[in-house]
């Protein structure tokens, strides 16, 4: 069966950087594309960007300024997503998904991501 | 990129049917009839509930329906249970490959 297994909770400091790890299983990694989706509390879902696991092509949002960065790596079956210059507002749970025929069919359990001092 | 608008709460009571509309523009769910619709339980993985406007995955069931009309999409709940409080999300493919969602709609069920 499809499993999207992300890495765990992380807390960082204002400023630095994190990366949140997706592996992908129960299907052929490099057919499908894989979206990173977080939410703020008390926010709704944000869109943040897609990498197609194969061809290494990439949309990312643009509200985010430049600080993300979504990558892959083949050989492991895992997608990743890094933020940086982070604030207090980057506090979220990510998730990241496969999307097929439009829709987000199967999502990762999610990674706590906290900025604070 | 802007969400798209959602109500930000909904009620009814079980039995009764509730819509859920989603206004975007013409660049996303005006252009393309790829706009979903998720459940989301706080600290849970969203669930889809609709897909290509009006079509439902396998195992959801048939008291979820939605539509589309122009910049608007629309989901309906019909029979109301208690099991479908939940926050509810559209989302559409957007053009120039991306892709946004909405501003999330709570459901309670009274």
């Known amino acids: 069966q499809v499993q999207l297994v992300q890495s765990g909770a992380e807390v960082k400091k204002p400023g630095a950087s994190v990366k949140v790890s997706c592996k992908a299983s129960g299907y052929t990694f490099s057919d499908y594309a894989i979206h990173w989706v977080r939410q703020a509390p008390g926010q709704s879902l944000e869109w943040m960007g897609w990498i197609h696991a194969g061809t290494g092509n990439r949309k990312l949002s643009q509200n985010f300024q430049g600080r993300v960065t979504i990558s892959r790596d083949t050989t492991a079956d895992t997608a990743y997503m890094e933020l940086s210059s982070l604030t207090s507002e980057d506090t979220a749970v990510y998730f990241c998904?496969?999307?097929?025929?439009?829709?987000?069919?199967?999502w990762g359990q999610g990674t706590l991501v906290t900025v604070s001092s | 990129q802007s969400a798209l608008s959602q109500p930000a709460s909904v009620s009814g009571s079980p039995g009764q049917s509730i819509t859920i509309s989603c206004t975007g523009t013409s660049s996303d769910v005006g252009s393309y009839n790829l706009v979903s619709w998720y459940q989301h339980h706080p600290g849970r993985a969203p669930k889809v509930m609709i897909f290509?406007?009006?079509r439902r995955p396998s195992g959801v069931s048939n008291r979820f329906s939605a539509s589309k009309s122009g910049n608007k999409a629309s989901l309906t709940i019909s029979g109301l249970q208690a099991e479908d409080e939940a926050d509810y999300y559209c989302?559409?493919?957007?053009?120039?490959?991306?892709?946004?969602f909405g501003g999330g709609t709570k459901l309670t069920v009274l």
């Open positions: 290509e406007v009006n």
């Open positions: 998904a496969r999307v097929v025929t439009g829709y987000f069919e199967y």
């Open positions: 989302c559409s493919y957007a053009a120039g490959s991306f892709w946004v």
